[in-house]
């Protein structure tokens, strides 16, 4: 069982920073795919970011590439977003996730329903 606990969210303003951390407990990180998604009131749970435990692979949402990098501090077995150029449009419970469960990664880094663990989310507010 693992047990994921997000942080780092806030009020910020556009144009700012943000790094998101997901701590993990229960079992290492280091053999897990982990991922980061977002969800809006009224609207569909979006893909955000993903990392593979393998090869350290990483995959964005086309609206957060060139803007948003995840990554992975296994010996502090925690996953980092760290949030940069933010806008509006990235107001959003954030949430971490993890473990595909044997799936293969590259086929299903961006589907929520393919994790199997997932924290409690941390809200994220930009202002214009």
């Known amino acids: 069982q693992v047990q994921l606990e997000e942080s780092g969210g806030g009020l910020v303003q556009a144009g700012d920073s943000l790094r998101l951390s997901c701590a993990a407990s229960g079992r290492t990180l280091s053999t897990v795919d982990m991922a980061w998604f977002r969800h809006c009131p009224g609207q569909e749970r979006e893909f955000v970011s993903a990392i593979s435990w393998s090869d350290g692979s990483t995959y964005y949402a086309n609206s957060v590439k060139g803007r948003f990098t995840i990554s992975k501090d296994n010996a502090k077995n925690t996953v980092y977003l760290q949030m940069n150029s933010l806008k509006p449009e990235d107001t959003a419970v954030y949430y971490c996730?993890?473990?595909?469960?044997?799936?293969?990664?590259?086929?299903?880094?961006?589907?929520?329903?393919?994790?199997?663990?997932w924290g409690q989310g941390t809200q994220v507010t930009v202002s214009s």
């Open positions: 996730a993890g473990d595909l469960r044997g799936a293969y990664f590259h086929h299903n880094y961006n589907k929520g329903s393919a994790y199997n663990y």
